[in-house]
Every structure is written in C-alpha cells, then in structure tokens.
C-alpha cells in the first residue's frame, strides 16, 4: 500500500509553508516563493521593495543573485561583472600565484578585459531562473513496504529521469534537491557560466586581515571582496574557456550604494546558504556534540599540522597547499565554536524540552501512525552508527592521489551502465566536473606533502575505536612503512597521465600496474559495502523522517512559529537590522568597526599587516565620499541580525530599495551553534561594508576601471558638494 499520509485531515500544499509563519525576531532563511507571507516582518524591518518581486526571481534584485558552487555573488554590471568574498575567489588567486608573483600577498587587478586571468576549471558562475514544485513526482507512489534501498533508489531514479528532462539544453545544470528532510522536492534550473576569471583580488593583507585568528571574532576588520568576470560564447551561451569568449551581458545588476547604513537600519540578504540542521533531534546534536565534532576536530588539527611540517620551509609547497589550509582551517574553526557554543548553552537540553513538547501534542492528534516515532528513532540510531565508520574510511583514506585512484575506477565501472543508470556524480552530465576535480590537483599537490598525509592519516585510523572500522579494510590497507613505495610505483602525480585514464575502459583500469589504481581497485568492495548500507539507512530516513517533519509543521502551525526548510544551497532570503550584542555580561559590542581600527591592530607581522598604501590612507585621513558622517571615518565591518550560514559567503546585503550597501563573510563566534538553533539575542552576521571595499579600490589599489565600471550610488552631500 502507499505510504500513509501522516495527518488526513492536514494537507500542506507548498504555497501556504510560510502562511502560517509570524517569524519570531530575523529568524529565517526563506525560499523566496515564501516571501509574500512575510510582509509584515519586510515592514517592520523597513523595506520598501514589495514582497512579489522578491519573489520573482526574473525581476531585481534577486535577478543579480548568482551562486559560485559553495559561495555566493551578485552581478555589479552589465558586463557579467561578480563582486564576492575574497575567500572564495581564493582558489583562483592561489592558482594563478608563484612564488615569482604571488597574487595572495601582493594582490591582483586586470586593468584591461585581455589582463583578466582565468579562474580555473572549479570557477563556475550559476543563475538560478526556475524552481518548480516536483513534490509529487518524486514521492507518488513510493509505498511503505519498500526497503531501505528500494526506496532510495526509487527516488534517485525519478530524480535523475527530471534532471535528465531539464537538461536538453545544455547551457542548464538542473538539480532536485530536498526540502524539509524529503517532505517537499524542487526542480531547480540554473544557467552554468564555465569561463570564470579573476579580475581583482587585494592583498590578503587587506582581504584576509586577522587571518584564522580573527575568523569568526569581533570587532573585525577584514577587506573580504573580490571580483570576477563571466564569460560566454559569441552566441550569448555558455562555452568553454576561449579567448574568443565575451563577457556575459548579466540583465540585471545591483546598484552599488555608498549610502552607508545606521544602527537599526534594515537589511536584505540574499545567497546560497549550505546546511543547517535546526530540525534535528536532542539525539542528533548529542551525537555531534559528543562524538562526531570532537573527532572531526582532532582529525583537522592533525591533519593541518602534518601539512604545516612537510611544506616548511619550502615556498612553492606552501603556495600550493594555501587555499587547502585555507578551507580546512575555516571548518575548523567554524566546528570548535560549535561544540564551544554546546558547552556554552545545552541546545540539547532545550531541544529536549521542545521534543517532549512535541511528542505530548502529537499523542493527542488523531489518525496518527503508533509507530512512527519509535520508526524515526531507530533509523536515527542506524544513521549515526554508519556515520562513524564513514569518518573512520575518511581517515584511512587521506590521499588525493588514492582518492584520483578511486575515481577513476569508480567510474570505469559506471561506464558499464546506461547513462541513467550510473551513479548519480558519474554520468556524462559530471565528466567535466570529475575532468576538473582531477586537473585542479595541478596547483594544489605535492608528492611528499601527499606521502605525508596519508602516512599520517593511517596511523590515526588504527588508533579510532575498532567498531568503527570498516569490516575487512583493515587487511586491505597498507602498513604507513609501505606507503612511500607506493608513490614511487605511481603515474597518477603527472596530471597529462591522470587525466589519460578518464579515456580508458574498465578492462585497462583493472590491468594498471599503478601502486594506487591497484590499491583503488583492491578497496573498491568496501568502499560499495559502506555505499549499500547508506542507501538502506538513507531509503529509511527518507520514509520516516518527511512523516515527522510534516508533523512538526503542523505542530508549529499550531503555536504561529516561523516554518521554513533548512538550509541546502539553494537561493535563500533573510532579513535583519544593524545590532549590536552583548555575547556577555557587562559586554557590548557596536554594530561597525572603521580603518582607525585596522592601524590599531597592525604588528607588521601575519595576520595583522596592512599595505603602508592603507596605513598612510588612514593617517592622512583620505577618507572622501567614503567616510561616514556619525563614525567620522571609514567603516570596515560591520553587524546584523540576519539568519546566515556557511554558503552565504559574499551573499549581496542590500538597503532597503535592493542596493548593494555589503558583502557577507561570517558570524561572530557566539553565533556559529545558530546552524542548530538560532538565538535571537546573540546571533549576529558580520558583513563588509561596501564603502570600505569602494575606499580601498580608489585609495589603496586604484582599480578606477572597476568604479567606472560599476554603477555607484554616492551620498547626497557629496553630489550637493561637487556641483
């Protein structure tokens, strides 16, 4: 029979999940279908943009958002000019830097379209232009004798058949990602630019100020911009890398406004965030809390540390392992300030509360399923079990030559298939992504760096816990001693060979005497056991988890609680007002920093250098139309209340009338546990204010082509004084 629908007299049609929802504060990251719902909370936080154009996302400003594949970004011109964080352009200023011309210490800028150097085949620029609801197609008639597997796999085949349907036109990448843990499913159609280039980048002294030891704190004052171009065919379609490509003509872009902004003014933010988990279980975050985040922690800590080891004192290593650390000390960093935040405040103790709650009201429902609950909690239980032997593999397995190795010959066997039938990440429509994921290696790999991480890594898996070691890969991995012979037995570090076998069939691949292709092939049965039970585990959650959360709406229907998905990176909207905090007692901290700040934390050494151009910039007080008339200076950074996460870097915030005013970057560090659970009092957002990346454009690195380029918005006084 098909699966029950939990409550037969709640229906939830997707129009009204917002209806119901009187936000509580700024929490919220709303689909944008969602906001003509919300316009009471738009005008209580002042913006005067009616809520039915941010819905469309045809019209502007949600017309201008774009997303980077993990990173947000907003065109600022009409000539495909993308303004974002500095942070994410950082694989593309790492990949065109030497140690001859080092683009992350000394800073990029193409004063002229043919100067602009090439992102690399990882920069892509997508324009979302259509969501539908596919809800019904995905689940409709999925009954609930289905195994585990059966299920999941019933539901990944009805999801490739409408990516597949998207994607006859091959300017579009499609995706049907899941909303409210598999209640709901949309079709989402972007347009995917492939010719990226970076056309401006500061000094990491400037875009990366403070480093890992201001990340995620306050006050801060980092420059975290940088720009891009997206270039297109002649026809106006995505091609390839060319020189004969043209900048893409973007029919829409922000207006950069100058403006400035005050305490309790409101904002709109809107971008890509990736993952929140504000719906999960007290079991869920105990789990995290107590086991997957302290593992996880000492895992990246171990590994950064191995890395810091083998490239000392050797510049080219460095440069290229820059963007890895980079990323790797973000998540951990972001993961410390979660289990901080736990200890801080038990979220489990009060998801606790909010469960009995739950369980209490859904007792007294009627035609509820008897079994659903104590359904959920075994599938939760099954999940977490499986999650440690997946860290466990992760461990064991920290090579990028032996995860190039497995690549390859994971896909070799996929070839087997027909397209549809093939893994979802290795039909025809992921060949470019796999090209590039094995090319990018080119500028961030080293042999003995490599050697020395999976060295490592095998040491650390023999000391984790023996039931979470994956049955029979302990016999199949090489002893650390033997590893060194491995990387004298390989090909795959020549990237010309690497990318050679992405040509070759199965029969070749299994016949390679390559140390790691061998080792690839004699782990691959593991590898596909582990992937059996995730499909099984996640067939379950997938049938029992939309059950619960479609109780859950209605339980918070119920009590005018704010209902919105969790985050999945996919476009997003939220709201806020610049606020100050109080993240102790007897502690405030004002919504701005300004340039006198940055002078004040300069040491001369890293993380704390400035260019001498920005330091005699402050000192001779050049702060022109730039400098704020209540601060008396340049503002740098500066706070508000909007609900953000990890994707929502360089999302555009935006005045009140849809005008560029900021750049999100971060959190404060009291606010990273707002992925479990949003504290309106001290969850604050940290975005750069735009006049301070304007400032240091024409004072610092004289990027006028860029200014003329864009379209700003400058104060009123300023135009009054220059007529």
Same mark, same amino acid.
């Given at each position: ?6 409550? &037969? ?12 929802? %009187?936000?509580?504060?700024?929490? @919220? ?40 594949? @993990?990173? $947000? ?10 303004? +974002? ?10 990949? =065109?830097?030497? !140690? ?11 004063? +002229?379209?043919?100067?602009?150097? *090439? ?13 539908? =609801? ?47 843990? /598999? ?35 306050? !006050? ?45 003014? /409101?904002?709109?933010?809107? %971008?890509?965030?990736?993952?929140? $988990? ?49 990323? #790797? =000390? ?86 087997? &298939? ?28 080293? =042999? ?63 016949? $390679? ?44 229907? $119920?009590?005018?609680? *704010? ?86 870097? /360089? ?60 379209? #700003? ?11």
């Amino acid at each position: 029979m098909e699966e029950q629908i939990l409550f &037969k007299t709640i229906v939830l049609p997707v129009a009204l999940l917002g209806a119901f929802a %009187g936000a509580h504060a700024d929490e @919220g990251q709303w689909q944008p279908h969602q906001l003509p719902q919300l316009k009471a909370e738009l005008k209580r936080v002042g913006i005067d943009i009616p809520a039915e154009k941010l819905a469309d996302l045809s019209k502007h400003p949600m017309s201008a958002i774009v997303s980077l594949g @993990g990173c $947000s970004a907003a065109f600022v011109s009409d000539a495909g000019l993308v303004v +974002t964080n500095h942070h994410c352009a950082y694989g593309a200023v790492q990949r =065109n830097s030497t !140690p001859e011309h080092n683009y992350i210490t000394d800073g990029f800028l193409a004063k +002229t379209r043919a100067a602009e150097l *090439p992102g690399g085949p990882n920069s892509l620029v997508y324009v979302t232009d259509k969501v539908e =609801n596919v809800s019904d197609r995905v689940l409709k008639g999925l009954t609930a004798d289905m195994s585990g597997r059966a299920r999941h796999e019933a539901v990944e085949k009805r999801i490739k058949d409408l990516i597949a349907e998207c994607e006859t036109d091959k300017m579009y990448r499609c995706s049907v990602p899941a909303f409210h843990r /598999g209640l709901e499913y949309y079709r989402i159609r972007q347009m995917m630019i492939r010719d990226v280039r970076l056309v401006y980048a500061p000094s990491d002294k400037i875009g990366n100020f403070g480093g890992d030891t201001d990340n995620y704190e306050w !006050p801060r004052h980092t420059g975290d911009y940088s720009f891009l171009r997206a270039y297109v065919g002649k026809d106006g379609r995505p091609a390839d890398p060319s020189p004969d490509n043209v900048p893409y003509q973007s029919k829409d872009f922000l207006v950069v406004s100058a403006e400035g902004l005050k305490a309790g003014d /409101g904002i709109l933010l809107a %971008g890509y965030p990736g993952r929140t $988990s504000r719906y999960k279980l007290p079991a869920e975050i105990r789990f995290a809390r107590d086991t997957a985040f302290p593992l996880k922690v000492s895992e990246l800590q171990a590994d950064l540390a191995v890395m810091a080891d083998s490239t000392k004192g050797d510049a080219a290593a460095a440069v290229r392992y820059a963007s890895v650390v980079k990323s #790797i =000390n973000n998540v951990l960093k972001k993961t410390q300030g979660l289990l901080d935040g736990f200890a801080r405040k038990d979220i489990a103790a009060i998801k606790d509360v909010q469960d009995a709650e739950f369980r209490a009201w859904y007792a007294k429902q009627p035609n509820v399923s008897p079994t659903l609950l104590a359904e959920l909690d075994a599938a939760i239980a099954s999940d977490m079990a499986l999650s440690e032997e997946e860290f466990a593999w992760s461990v064991a397995t920290n090579s990028d030559l032996l995860k190039s190795a497995r690549t390859i010959y994971r896909l070799s066997l996929e070839r087997q &298939k027909a397209d549809a039938e093939r893994e979802s990440g290795f039909q025809q429509r992921d060949l470019a992504f796999i090209k590039a994921r094995l090319a990018r290696l080119e500028q961030s790999y080293v =042999n003995k760096v490599d050697q020395a991480r999976f060295e490592a890594g095998l040491k650390r898996y023999a000391q984790l816990a023996a039931k979470s070691h994956p049955q029979g890969l302990d016999a199949l991995l090489p002893a650390p001693g033997a590893v060194a012979a491995l990387y004298q037995q390989t090909q795959l570090a020549d990237t010309a060979k690497r990318l050679a076998w992405l040509e070759k069939d199965q029969a070749a691949v299994a016949q $390679s005497d390559d140390a790691f292709m061998a080792l690839a092939i004699k782990l691959q049965p593991v590898e596909a056991a582990l992937e059996e039970r995730r499909k099984e585990i996640d067939g379950n959650l997938e049938r029992v988890i939309p059950q619960y959360m479609q109780a859950v709406i209605a339980w918070k229907k $119920s009590q005018g609680k *704010p209902v919105y998905p969790d985050a999945n990176s996919t476009l997003r909207v939220t709201y806020g007002t610049v606020s100050p905090y109080s993240p102790r007692d007897g502690i405030t901290k004002g919504p701005f920093t300004t340039v006198e700040g940055i002078v004040e934390k300069v040491t001369g050494k890293a993380p704390f250098e400035a260019p001498q151009g920005l330091i005699d910039a402050v000192k001779q007080k050049r702060y022109g139309q730039f400098r704020d008339p209540s601060l008396g200076t340049v503002p740098v950074n500066f706070l508000t209340s909007a609900d953000t996460t990890g994707g929502n870097s /360089g999302s555009a915030v935006m005045n009140k009338r849809g005008e560029l005013i900021g750049l999100n970057f971060d959190s404060t560090y009291e606010s990273i546990t707002k992925d479990w659970y949003f504290d309106t009092a001290i969850t604050r957002a940290i975005h750069l204010d735009i006049r301070y990346m304007l400032w240091v454009m024409k004072e610092v690195d004289h990027a006028d082509n860029l200014l003329q380029e864009m379209t #700003i918005k400058y104060p009123k006084a300023v135009k009054a004084a220059k007529k």
